[in-house]
Every structure is written in C-alpha cells, then in structure tokens.
C-alpha cells in the first residue's frame, strides 16, 4: 500500500521529472502530488522547462563534431590541453546552438539582438510565473535590497516602477543569465493573482519607443534606451499589456533623467510578429 503521506523530498521530485525513479518511489511520487498541488505545479513547470531546452537545442545533439574537435585525435595531446579541449567541445555546442536558433530568427527579419533578449524573457515569464511558493529570490517587501543588489550585480542603476497605477504590486525579484553582465526581473501581480514581468539587460543596439511581439498566449512590448533593453511580458491581452508596458515606460525614461522619447501608438507602433516555436 502506498502511503500518500509520506515526505517527498526534492532531490526526489527532479529524478521523477528526469524519469530516473525506481518504480517503488516512482508511485509514491505520483502519490504524493496527488495530494499536493503546489509540489504538481512546481514539477509541472519543470517538465515544460525541459521540453523547451529539448526543442530549442535538440538538433545540437544531430550535428557531426568537426574533425578538430574530435576527442580521440585530442587524446593523443596533454592532459592539460584534452581537458582545455574538451570544454572548448562544450561550448561550440552551446554557442552553437543559440547563434544557429538566433540566426533563423534573422533571417525572418528584425534586430537580432531584440529579439534575443525578448525571447530570453518571455522564456523567462513562462518558467518564473507559475511558481507559487519561490517565484522570486528577493520578495517585494525588500524592495530597496532589491534595486541595490542587482544594481551592482549588473553595473548599472536599476529601478522597480511602481505599477499601482495599473492595479499590480511587486512580488520581488531576481537575477537572470541572459546577455553579458546577466539581467535583472521583476515580478508584479494584479488582484485576481494574473502576473507581469519587467526583464532588463544590456543593448548595444539603437533606442526604440515600445514594440510589440506576441508567443501564443503571452505578449511583450520592449524598448531599447541608454543601451539598455527593457521587456514587459504578460497575458496577450494587448491593450492591458499597452498601459502596463507605457507605465513602466514613463518611469524608467524619467528615472534616467534622459529626454522622454514620445510612446508610439496605432500605426506607429511595430508589430514585429509572432516569436518562434519554442517561445
């Protein structure tokens, strides 16, 4: 018999989703989440995370290793250099992958480098938006920490906008990989619990009023100022998103104490299409 009671520990719940549990634990994990909805929420992100770095990087795994890099020729080297080698494998796998994901979505138009980091954190916005219990690293009531620490995480001023006025309060934030020097998120939540993300990262390219992207269910309006690229992503609900986006907008432009560029709307504004499959 088995019992639903009995602690699950994580270590437990990452080898259930790897498909790595002995059949014994693997019923009494499913067992468990039966009667636990936030440890099924939290397993279930897991697994969409897993099929999104399975779809964006699977066809890495296909790809033939060029004859430079082939590990039996490098083991006829040092010891030293086979190691220094075989990280060099690693990376061109990594590096890779993303420049080959990236430059198909150059070849279908627009900055590279926007629809980079946009991409980065919608993917962000699905994997952080459904925790309930560890959404964030730094909760909102820390605000001031906050803007502190990943202000010298990543270099520059960082600022949270006080999204009050669009009914949403700030759940917290964290730090992200991302482009170099990492990015920082924030979190915002509204009354009925639906949620919005400001993702901010280092840009080299030209500034940019709001613009528009959509990934199925979920939206983005990004800008490029100061060398900077700010994302808000949301449910695709455009026009909410619009007055959550242009709130952030005004906050963040007046708090770089730079001349407010004039937020385009209507015609003006660019729809840049929908992000690949996978975002």
Known sequence: MIDRTSPVTEEELHAYVDGELPLDRRRAVEAWLAGHPEDATRVEAWRRQAEQIRERYAAIGDEVVPQRLDLDRLTRRSRRRVWMAAAAVVLAFVLGGAS???GRVAINGGPTGSRMVTAEAILAYNLY??????????????????????????GYDVRA??????????VGGRLLPGPPGGAGFFMY?????????LYCA???????????????????YYWIDDNRAYVISGPADRDRLLAVAKSAYEQLETAAGGQ????????????????????
């Open 100 to 102: 080959g994901w990236y």
């Open 129 to 154: 938006v459904v925790e309930v219990r560890h959404p964030v690293e730094v909760p909102g009531t820390e605000a001031a920490h906050l803007v502190q620490w990943l202000s010298k995480r990543l």
């Open 161 to 170: 906008p006080n999204l009050g006025s669009v009914g949403l309060q700030l």
């Open 189 to 197: 939540e509204g009354p009925t619990g639906e949620r919005y993300t």
């Open 202 to 220: 280092r840009s080299k390219e030209p500034g940019t009023a709001l613009r528009y992207r959509a990934a199925g269910a979920v939206g983005a």
């Open 260 to 279: 407010k560029s004039a937020v385009r709307s209507g015609k003006a504004e660019v729809r840049l299409g929908a992000l690949p499959s996978g975002f």
